[in-house]
């Protein structure tokens, strides 16, 4: 891999360009059937955090743990266990507490944030966790691993124009999932309520 990489192209660790915070564990028994999210890595993907098989804890406990473990607006998230390598940047806040499997990524460079978002969840770094795992099947990701990670680094404009597509490739994502939903809703009343209904709630 690292034969196929042009000479110019330098490298970072990625210990150098971030700090991280680790999750928490709370143990099955603080579940509840409603209140906040507890968030696991079975609920990150490189396309956000999916709500629908989500556990929940409650709001006294959140509370109890939101100054140390709630993950905030221009962190990246960053799987570590069972699926590692798995990132995505938060360009929004969300509510909840992140669980140890997942790191929470501080930028402390001048590196666009959806660039490091695209290498980590690149096959370049995919391969990195694999030569860590000593060519077996990895389930946790140390920190330690996850510092020493190479990034590679380009010109400073070609950073940003790679991070401006990846921006737009999740603000087109977003759109379509709520097109979608409208249409689901608009299909729902014309059942309920005839076709005429179902075609007046998309316009």
């Known amino acids: 891999m690292f034969g196929r990489i042009p000479a110019q192209v330098n490298f970072d660790q990625l210990g150098r360009l971030i700090i991280y915070r680790k999750g928490i564990e709370v143990g099955s028994e603080a579940y509840t059937d409603s209140g906040i999210p ?4 079975s609920n ?3 396309h956000g955090l999916d709500e629908s098989n989500a556990n929940f804890i409650s709001p006294e406990l959140y509370e109890l743990l939101r100054p140390d473990y709630e993950p905030q607006q221009g962190e990246i998230l ?3 266990d069972t699926t590692p390598g798995l990132a995505y940047y938060l360009e929004h ?3 909840g507490i992140v669980s140890s499997g997942i790191l929470r990524l501080t930028i402390t460079d001048g590196i666009p944030p959806h660039y490091l978002e695209l290498v980590l969840n690149s096959l370049f770094v995919q391969m990195q966790i694999e ?3 000593g060519g077996s099947i990895i389930k946790h990701w140390k920190p330690s691993e996850v510092q020493t990670t190479l990034i590679p680094r380009l010109d400073s404009e070609k950073e940003k124009d790679i991070a401006r597509l990846v921006e737009q490739s999740h603000a087109a994502r977003r ?3 709520a097109l979608l939903e409208k249409a689901k809703r608009a299909v729902e009343i014309a059942i309920e309520e ?6 007046e ?3």
């Open 131 to 133: 030569q860590d795992a």
């Open 44 to 46: 990150l993907s490189k």
């Open 78 to 80: 960053l799987s570590k």
């Open 194 to 199: 005839g076709e005429e209904k179902g075609m």
């Open 175 to 177: 759109e379509a999932k």
């Open 93 to 95: 806040p969300i509510r």
């Open 38 to 41: 507890f968030w696991r890595v």
């Open 201 to 203: 709630s998309i316009g």
